[in-house]
């Protein structure tokens, strides 16, 4: 996987420059470039275009198939960036471009996305004393996503990029078990 990370930054690094660069011009312009990469991500990800990807077919073919099958979901920028990485047989890397280039948004906008598990549904002042917790230890902006899993007894397990908070049942049970087997 790092291999992939490594390949994908510099092309993510370039389009993330170039849509803030645009974004002086057009303040959607992040949010385009998203959509695009996302859309192109999706399409390179269908078994049938893997199988493309990975023929022996021109580079300028592979490229128009791609360009052609997005359709109007790309502008002229994003057919470049797709053209280029056909050229240097890179596009079955564009899901990885997708999630360095949301890195990247994230980091400018200052946001962590962070996961609730939970037990039982959120109220509303949970969610907010789950936000204002997680913005002062991450010192950013926090997006919640908040699912249920009823197999956790109690409480939650909260995760984002760099750690997981397991404050559920199940979780301190199973480090209980763990420290009466020492």
Known sequence: MSELTTIARPYAKAAFDFAVEQAATDKSAV???????????????????????TSSLSANKLADTVISICGEQLNQYGQNLIRL?????????????????????????????????????????????IITAMEKRLARKVKLNCSTDSTLIAGAIIRTD???????????????ASELQL
Request: aromatic fraction near 6%.
């Open 31 to 53: 949010e385009k470039w998203t959509e695009m990469l996302n859309f192109a991500a999706e399409v390179v990800k269908d078994d049938a275009m893997k199988e493309l990807l």
């Open 85 to 129: 990485m056909a050229e240097n047989k890179r596009l079955t890397v564009l899901p990885a471009v997708l999630s360095e280039f949301q890195s990247y948004v994230e980091e400018h906008q200052a946001t962590a996305e962070v996961d609730v598990v939970s037990a039982q549904p959120l109220s509303e002042a949970q969610r907010k004393k």
């Open 162 to 176: 760099d750690f997981v908070i397991d404050g559920s049942s199940r979780g301190q049970l199973n480090r209980l």
